[in-house]
């Protein structure tokens, strides 16, 4: 192997030539050789500086030092160019998972000082979701049903009581919710719909010697120029109520945020949960 491809190997897998018996022909020395060399030309890869062992005592600085410098320089950057098309398909990988999975969080919320805990098992809850989509209506409402039966409440969805054309009418809702023995009230309602774009930016590693020197940046940046990748999300604002039909009045309320929800159902799902999860640690809704 000669000189020249023994050192170039090394740097490239960050492994030690194989030591022989011969001073003078041995790879090793050649290295040395080969690393003052390369030291010369780009002194900027190396540090020079005495070191301190386990001791306290001061090391001398000296040839093995610069190499090993050089070395650490050498394969630092070219792994780091080698990382970076991988580190942008993993971040896009990323946000595509997360897109596909929806996130809500409730951003504040509102309990009657009054209310006391309620306990929806035998009691008949109607589900309320306000749009003017009619099939989007009737799909949010039969999920918002599930949600509340495996609370053990009899969940009444509200257009099977109240067709489109009667919702203006106060008296007939009134009159059918009461016919129907409902006593209580979850409402939910979209209202802000909004999109946020974000680019994935490329993160520089710690330790980066190609920014010391132009010359050492103008070939870093020349052999990986950065190529953004532009993601955009949706994000929903849902308004969630708990009526007291009895009382007629306000027992507990809701602003959440979901980002990329994937249909209606899983939307009504997750808030359904996630408000279920804040009004028992509230201590309004029974465990």
């Not at 001791?55 to 040839?63: E, M, N, Q, V, W």
């Not at 009667?166 to 059918?176: F, G, I, S, W, Y």
Request: net charge negative; proline share 5%; glycine share 4%.
């Amino acid at each position: 192997m000669s000189k020249f491809r023994c050192v170039h190997e090394w740097i490239r897998v960050g492994r030690t030539c194989n030591r022989r018996d011969s001073a003078d022909d041995s790879p090793r020395a050649d290295f040395e050789s080969a690393a003052e060399a390369e030291h010369e030309a780009e002194p900027w890869r190396a540090a020079p500086q005495a070191r301190r062992d386990d001791s306290g005592t001061s090391a001398p600085s000296g040839r093995r030092q610069r190499y090993r410098a050089s070395a650490q320089a050498s394969a630092t950057s070219a792994i780091w160019r080698a990382s970076r098309p991988a580190l942008r398909i993993a971040a896009a990988a990323a946000l595509l998972w997360a897109a596909a999975c929806s996130t809500t969080t409730f951003t504040s919320t509102w309990k009657a000082p009054e209310a006391e805990s309620l306990n929806p098992a035998g009691h008949k809850v109607a589900a309320v979701f306000i749009t003017t989509d009619e099939s989007s209506r009737r799909a949010a409402e039969d999920t918002l049903v599930r949600k509340l039966e495996e609370r053990g409440a009899e969940g009444i969805a509200t257009y099977t009581l109240i067709p489109s054309n009667e919702l203006q009418n106060m008296d007939e809702v009134h009159a059918r919710l009461a016919q129907a023995g409902v006593e209580g009230i979850v409402t939910m309602r979209v209202i802000d719909e909004s999109e946020h774009v974000h680019v994935v930016y490329d993160t520089p590693p710690t330790f980066a010697p190609y920014y010391w020197h132009f010359s050492g940046y103008w070939r870093y940046g020349w052999s990986a120029p950065y190529v953004p990748e532009v993601h955009t999300d949706k994000v929903l604002r849902i308004e969630t109520l708990v009526y007291s039909l009895k009382r007629d009045a306000l027992l507990w309320a809701g602003t959440s945020r979901t980002v990329d929800p994937e249909n209606i159902d899983k939307l009504v799902s997750e808030v359904a949960d996630t408000a279920a999860r804040l009004m028992q640690k509230q201590g309004l809704l029974a465990g």
